[in-house]
C-alpha cells in the first residue's frame, strides 16, 4: 500500500528546480509540474510563472513548436512588479520571432521587418543598460551580438558583444552565459580559418553545457564539432559525432537539431 504525501519546498527551490529539469530536455514535465506547483501568495505564483516561461522558451527553440507566447502572457498576468528576467524573456522570444519570420532559420536581414529588428536592437540596449548586475548586462550584450550576427547579418559587429557576456559570465561563475558566448566567437573564428582556437573554444563550451546540465545544448555543441572534424579531414570522426547527435535528438523529441544532425550526415550542412 502506498500513501501520497506533500513536502513544503520553498518557490525559489522548486523554480530552480524546474529549470534544470528544463534544461535536461524534459520540457513536457517540467511544465507539467510548473502547472501542478502550489504558491499561496502573488510573489510565489510570479516566480513560478516566469521559470515555466523560460522553460516553454527553450522548448520551443528547439521543439520547433511555439509554447512561449502563452507562457509569457501568464507570466506578464501573474507578475507584481518590473522583472528584469521576464523583460529579457520577452525578447528572446521577440529574437527567435524575426528569426524564423521568413520560415527557415536564414541569417541576415533579407525578407525581415528593418523596423522591429531596430525595435529589438534598441529594447535590449535598453535592457543591458537598466541591468542590476553584471550578469544581467552579460546576457544582453549576448542577445546583441546575435541580433547584429543573425538578423542584421552584420558579422564584424557581433563578436565585441559576445566577449562582454563571455567576460561577464566567467566574473559571476555563469556557464551557460561563458558557454553561449564561447559558441559563437569559435563561429567567427572558424569562419576566419582559424579552427584551433575554433575547436579549443567549442571544447570548452561543450564541457561547460555538460557541466551546468544543458543537456540539449551540449548537443547542438557537438554538431559544431562534427562541422570542425569534418572541415579539417575527418569526415568519418564528423559522421560518428553527428550520428550520435541524432541517436540522442530523436530520443528526446528534439525537432531542430534531429533535422540538422540528419542533414549533416546526407552531406547537407
Wanted: glycine share 10%; proline share 4%; hydrophobic share 45%.
Amino acid at each position: 500500500m502506498t500513501t501520497d504525501t506533500t513536502a513544503a519546498v520553498p518557490v525559489s527551490a522548486l523554480a530552480a528546480a524546474l529549470r534544470d529539469l528544463g534544461r535536461g530536455g524534459r520540457w513536457t514535465e517540467a511544465l507539467a509540474l510548473a502547472d501542478a506547483a502550489v504558491a499561496t501568495d502573488p510573489a510565489g505564483r510570479a516566480t513560478l510563472a516566469l521559470a515555466a516561461a523560460e522553460i516553454a522558451m527553450d522548448a520551443t527553440w528547439f521543439s520547433g513548436e511555439d509554447l512561449a507566447g502563452a507562457r509569457l502572457t501568464a507570466a506578464d498576468a501573474a507578475a507584481v512588479g518590473p522583472c528584469w528576467r521576464l523583460d529579457f524573456a520577452h525578447l528572446r522570444y521577440e529574437y527567435f520571432r524575426q528569426l524564423h519570420a521568413d520560415g527557415p532559420f536564414r541569417p541576415g536581414p533579407e525578407g525581415k521587418d528593418a523596423a522591429a529588428m531596430d525595435q529589438l536592437r534598441h529594447r535590449l540596449e535598453d535592457l543591458r543598460d537598466g541591468a542590476s548586475d553584471q550578469n544581467q548586462a552579460g546576457w544582453a550584450s549576448m542577445y546583441l551580438g546575435l541580433v547584429c550576427d543573425n538578423l542584421y547579418g552584420d558579422r564584424p559587429a557581433a563578436p565585441a558583444h559576445y566577449e562582454v557576456a563571455l567576460r561577464a559570465g566567467r566574473a559571476t561563475g555563469d556557464p551557460l552565459l561563458s558557454r553561449e558566448a564561447l559558441r559563437h566567437l569559435g563561429d567567427h573564428d572558424h569562419d576566419a580559418g582559424d579552427h584551433t582556437t575554433a575547436r579549443e573554444r567549442w571544447q570548452e563550451a561543450t564541457a561547460l553545457g555538460a557541466g551546468a546540465g544543458n543537456v540539449v545544448g551540449t548537443l547542438s555543441q557537438q554538431m559544431l564539432l562534427a562541422v570542425l572534424a569534418r572541415d579539417t579531414g575527418d569526415p568519418a570522426g564528423a559522421d560518428a559525432i553527428a550520428a550520435e547527435v541524432l541517436r540522442w535528438t530523436e530520443a528526446l523529441g528534439v525537432v531542430r537539431l534531429a533535422d540538422q544532425a540528419r542533414a549533416f550526415l546526407a552531406g547537407d550542412r
